[in-house]
C-alpha cells in the first residue's frame, strides 16, 4: 500500500506543480452584444468565495468590468469550486468492467483510480460558467486547474482573476461574431465552409482507407492543410478524394487507383455577419498520378480537374493549381447553406509528365488520339460550381448534402456526421477534449456506358474517420 501511495503522490506532485486556465470556450455572442455582464452571488464553500472575488478583477482587467446594477436580461457569470468526481477520467463503469475481467487488468485500473482521486483532492479546479436568461445551456465557461498549495482559498482567488481575464477577452472577441463554429465545421465530406480550425486546432482524417489529410489552425485567418495518398476507383464515373474536400477521379472501365499529394493554404476573407455570408479562399498545389490516369478521361472533382476530355499515359503524374471559394450563411444555428467553385488550372508549378489528348476520344494507356483527335501540352483550365447545406442535429449528428456541378453529370453526396466526444470533459459547459468524427455517405453520380452509349448512375459508399484535437 505505501508503494501505492508513494506512486499516486509522485503523480500528484507532477502533475500539479503548476496551475493554469485549461479547458474552455464562448459561444458567438452578437445576440446578446448589448448585454451587461453580471456576476452571481457565489456558493457558501471558502474556494467558491475566493473564485468569485478574483473573477471580478480578472473580468475587468480583461475588457469586461461586472454590472454592479445589471439590467434585467443581462448575462451571468457563475464561479464554483469543482468536485473531485467532476470530470473523473476513471469513472465507476471503468471500475466495474475492470472488477469483472480482474488480474493485472482489475489491479491497474485500481491504481490509475487511486492516483487520480490523490491528484484531485490536491487539486484546487475553478469553473466559470457564462449564461444567458434566454437559455437553458451555458453559453460559454473555462476551468482552472492547480495544484491547492498552503492557502487554498488564496490559490481559488488567483484562479478566479486567471479565469476572469480569459473569460472577458473572449467574451469581447466573441460579441463581433454571429456563428459559433463547431467541430469538423471547416469542411463537409467533398465541399469546403467558410469556416477554419480554431488556432493551434489540429484536424486527422483517413477517407475511403487509404488518403490522410491533416490540417492546423493556424490564426483566426489561416489554415495550413496537407493531403496524400490513394484511392481505388470502382468503375468509370468513380471517385477519389483530393484535398480539403474534394474528389479526385478518372473515367474508364474496371478498378484502377489514382494516388496523389496535395500541400495548401485557406485564408478567411469576410467573417459571416448578420446580412452578408462568410467567405473563404484556398489554394491546393495537387499532384496526382497513377495507372488509373491512362484509362480514358481525365476528371477531378473538388480539388482538381473536371471534365477535361483527354487521356495521358499510365503512370504519368498531373500537377495542378487549385484554387477554391467558398461562401456559406446560416440562417439558425442549427442549419446553413452555402455554394462556391473551384477552379483549377494546369500552368504547373511541378514538372509535369503527361500529354493530353482533346476531341476524338484516345487509346487507353498510351496518350495517343484517334482520328480527328487533337494533342496539347495542358488541360484547359475548368470551372466548377458547388452547392451545399448541413442541418445539424444537437451536438453529435449532422446530415449533409452537396452538390457538385460537374461538366456533363453532377455528382450529388447524401450523408451524415457523428461526433463521439473522446477523453476527460469538464465542468457545465462540457469544453475541451478531442472528438472522434466519422462520415458515412453516398456520392451519386452519372456517366455515359463506352460500350453501350447509354446514361448510368454509380453510387459510392464513402466512410471517413478524423480525430480532431485542440
Request: overall charge negative; aromatic content about 6%.
Amino acid at each position: 500500500m505505501r508503494t501505492i501511495e508513494a506512486l499516486a503522490l509522485a503523480l500528484t506532485l507532477s502533475a500539479c506543480a503548476t496551475g493554469g486556465v485549461g479547458p474552455g470556450r464562448v459561444d458567438a455572442l452578437w445576440r446578446w452584444r448589448d448585454r451587461d455582464v453580471a456576476l452571481a452571488p457565489s456558493g457558501e464553500d471558502e474556494l467558491s468565495e475566493g473564485a468569485r472575488r478574483g473573477a471580478a478583477a480578472g473580468l475587468a482587467r480583461g475588457g469586461v468590468t461586472p454590472a454592479e446594477h445589471p439590467a434585467p436580461g443581462a448575462l451571468v457569470v457563475e464561479a464554483r469550486a469543482l468536485g473531485e468526481r467532476d470530470g473523473e477520467r476513471i469513472g465507476t463503469g471503468s471500475r466495474e468492467v475492470a472488477r469483472a475481467i480482474g488480474g493485472p487488468v482489475e489491479g491497474a485500473v485500481g491504481l490509475l483510480a487511486y492516483g487520480e482521486r490523490a491528484l484531485t483532492a490536491h487539486q484546487v479546479r475553478i469553473e466559470l460558467v457564462l449564461r444567458a436568461p434566454d437559455r437553458r445551456e451555458p453559453i460559454g465557461g473555462v476551468v482552472w486547474e492547480g495544484w491547492r498549495g498552503d492557502e487554498p482559498a488564496a490559490t481559488a482567488e488567483r484562479a478566479g482573476e486567471e479565469a476572469g481575464e480569459a473569460l472577458a477577452r473572449a467574451i469581447v472577441r466573441e460579441r463581433e461574431r454571429m456563428v459559433t463554429r463547431r467541430v469538423a465545421d471547416e469542411r463537409m465530406v467533398l465541399t469546403p465552409t467558410p469556416l477554419l480550425l480554431a488556432p493551434g486546432e489540429i484536424a486527422l482524417s483517413d477517407d475511403e482507407v487509404v488518403l490522410v489529410h491533416v490540417g492546423v489552425g493556424v490564426s483566426r485567418w489561416l489554415q495550413v492543410d496537407l493531403t496524400l495518398g490513394g484511392v481505388p476507383l470502382p468503375a468509370a464515373g468513380g471517385i477519389a478524394y483530393a484535398g480539403d474536400g474534394g474528389v479526385a477521379g478518372a473515367g474508364g472501365a474496371g478498378a484502377a487507383v489514382v494516388g496523389l499529394v496535395a500541400p495548401g493554404v485557406k485564408l478567411r476573407v469576410l467573417e459571416e455577419g448578420p446580412w452578408w455570408p462568410g467567405v473563404s479562399a484556398a489554394y491546393d498545389l495537387v499532384d496526382v498520378w497513377g495507372a488509373a490516369l491512362g484509362g480514358g478521361s481525365v476528371g477531378i472533382l473538388g480539388r482538381g480537374v473536371a471534365g477535361a476530355a483527354g487521356g495521358v499515359a499510365a503512370g504519368a503524374n498531373v500537377p495542378l493549381n487549385v484554387f477554391s471559394f467558398a461562401a456559406a450563411k446560416h440562417f439558425a444555428d442549427w442549419f446553413q447553406v452555402g455554394g462556391g467553385s473551384f477552379v483549377i488550372d494546369d500552368h504547373h508549378l511541378l514538372p509535369q509528365r503527361a500529354g493530353f489528348v482533346a476531341g476524338g476520344g484516345t487509346t487507353a494507356g498510351t496518350g495517343a488520339g484517334t482520328s480527328g483527335s487533337t494533342v496539347i501540352a495542358r488541360l484547359p483550365t475548368a470551372l466548377v460550381p458547388y452547392l451545399n447545406a448541413e442541418a445539424a442535429a444537437g451536438q453529435y449528428f449532422r446530415f449533409i448534402g452537396e452538390y457538385l456541378f460537374a461538366p456533363g453529370d453532377g455528382y450529388l453526396t447524401l450523408g451524415i456526421r457523428t461526433l463521439v466526444p473522446l477523453g476527460r470533459r469538464v465542468g457545465a459547459m462540457r469544453a475541451g477534449g478531442s472528438w472522434l468524427k466519422l462520415d458515412t455517405a453516398l456520392v451519386i453520380t452519372g456517366y455515359e456506358s463506352e460500350r453501350t452509349g447509354q446514361h448510368r448512375t454509380t453510387a459510392l459508399p464513402w466512410l471517413g474517420v478524423g480525430l480532431y484535437m485542440p
